[in-house]
């Protein structure tokens, strides 16, 4: 197997912390099999890093299936690296050849400070979720199954849109650092359903006030998302958001105090 | 976390309100260079008839001046949001990428900011060369076939206007289609018409802009023989 292994130089962005400059530092990677994932091939780095009393890399990583959201590197300036629909986790050495160099670096956008490295604070998210990338339901027994009908191209759509991972990508590879695919996912995702129509106007109202206020750009429709986005979430969700968004902003009403209980 | 008020939120100074306003400017002026190249067309059929439509509209002043307003309102609205709009999306990346390797983007799409401040420069040009008459060498009131075709036998002020009209095209080329997105106004079955009938019309209006100074230089279109003779007739017999 051997034969086969990769000899790779690495140029990684390494940066201390947040407030303190950072930059691409050369690694040279020799002996990397062509059946590592991209992450096991930085392990392997690192673990040479730490025999050397060197400190390792600091890269985000979770299940390590494509599914949590977790990873993500712009790898020689594409969000996730040269394969679609694919995470970082799931890229792997074998669409490498001997001798390439391969620039990493975090995912770049003012509201997502570098904490370390490679790794970014993607807490804005959090916030434009709370904000509302929800629905409210009543506790209690759970309801009927199937009770409310749901026509099932609604349904798929939904599902579409649900399977964002919210990783990020489309912020890493706009060149605006908007963050429109991933409010786009959320507001189609719950705004399709009848579960999500109580809330919907509000909704979209206030998750892109919230993603204004983090400090995202903007879209110019572009779509530079959706070819990095490992969840293949569409434009059309955004076109979606922002017909919801016209449509709230023309039909709101002044606000008739907070519901509740009573 | 406490519910943001739905009170506090101003829709036209969010991103996508923004992004909105910029839509509807731009289907207005999109509406605009559609109908103006309509109108000079007549430039084909001779200095009567554009000479006559061009007194036309100065006929019907409430008219022109409402598009006027109008337009300019349009263009200014397009041109403060995309400012800011541009400023938004420059601060939310501090850090560029030491390489970034564009998948989709078109080169339209990112040089919007570029073919814009373009096309402005060109309009206020316009206006003063072919309106005012500030800007053109012989500038006659009321004759727009002879204003023209005297303008245009300038080839650096033809070249000037291809440039412009060029520019125009990669603007229109992404704005057209995108505008209909950010108005949310695309779904599957209607997206493929949508961008094939935008385009034809996009590439209408160039084509037909730029065969105007092309056709002027080619000697296709130029001063009625009769009438240089006439007038030079005309001064001897006094």
Request: overall charge positive; aromatic content about 8%; some cysteine.
């Amino acid at each position: 197997m051997s034969g086969n292994d990769l000899h790779l130089t690495l140029k990684v962005w390494r940066q201390a912390g947040p407030n303190v400059p950072g930059k691409l530092v050369t690694y040279d990677a020799p002996g990397i099999s062509p059946h590592m994932s991209f992450l096991e091939m930085l392990d392997v780095v690192n673990e040479r890093l730490q025999e050397k009393g060197e400190e390792p890399i600091a890269f985000d990583h979770d299940c390590r299936e494509g599914i949590c959201g977790m990873c993500g590197l712009v790898i020689n300036g594409v969000a996730h690296g040269p394969r679609r629909a694919t995470t970082t986790c799931q890229l792997h050495m074998r669409y490498y050849k001997d001798g390439d160099t391969i620039v990493i670096e975090p995912w770049r956008a003012g509201p997502f400070p570098v904490i370390k490295d490679l790794v970014v604070d993607r807490a804005p998210f959090d916030r434009i979720i709370a904000a509302g990338g929800f629905i409210s339901v009543s506790t209690g027994n759970a309801p009927d199954g199937n009770a409310i009908p749901v026509p099932k191209s609604s349904a798929e759509l939904s599902m579409d849109a649900a399977a964002c991972i919210g990783c990020a990508a489309c912020v890493a590879a706009c060149p605006n650092a908007s963050a429109m695919l991933f409010v786009s996912a959320k507001v189609s995702h719950l705004g399709l359903l009848p579960q999500g129509q109580p809330e919907r106007k509000a909704r979209v109202l206030r998750m892109i006030a919230q993603m204004d206020a983090e400090g995202f750009g903007g879209c110019t429709n572009i779509g530079e998302c959706e070819a990095a986005c490992p969840k293949e979430i569409k434009l059309e969700n955004i076109a979606r958001l922002n017909r919801d968004y016209l449509a709230a902003a023309v039909t709101r009403r002044p606000e008739t105090g907070s519901g509740g209980a009573g | 976390m406490s519910a943001i008020p739905l009170s506090d939120i101003r829709p036209l100074g969010a991103t996508v309100g923004k992004k909105v306003l910029l839509a509807v400017t731009g289907l207005v002026m999109y509406g605009f260079v559609f109908i103006h190249m309509v109108g000079n067309l007549q430039l084909y059929a001779g200095p009567e008839k554009i000479n006559h439509y061009g007194e036309l509209l100065q006929n019907a002043k409430p008219l022109l001046w409402t598009a006027r307003i109008v337009l300019l309102a349009a263009v200014g609205i397009h041109i403060l949001l995309s400012l800011q709009l541009w400023l938004k999306n420059r601060a939310a990346r501090p850090v560029k990428y030491s390489h970034q390797d564009y998948q989709a983007a078109t080169y339209a799409s990112r040089t919007m900011i570029l073919s814009g401040p373009i096309i402005g420069f060109f309009i206020v040009y316009h206006v003063l060369h072919f309106t005012v008459g500030w800007a053109h060498p012989d500038f006659v009131k009321g004759d727009v076939f002879h204003n023209v075709v005297v303008g245009f036998q300038n080839p650096f002020v033809s070249g000037f206007y291809v440039l412009a009209m060029v520019c125009l095209g990669f603007h229109l080329y992404h704005g057209a289609y995108s505008l209909f997105q950010t108005l949310g106004l695309r779904g599957p079955t209607v997206d493929k018409r949508l961008k094939v009938v935008l385009t034809a019309i996009s590439m209408l209006i160039v084509i037909a802009n730029i065969s105007f100074p092309l056709s002027v230089l080619a000697g296709i279109v130029k001063l009625p023989a009769v009438s240089a003779p006439a007038s030079a007739s005309l001064a001897a017999g006094k």
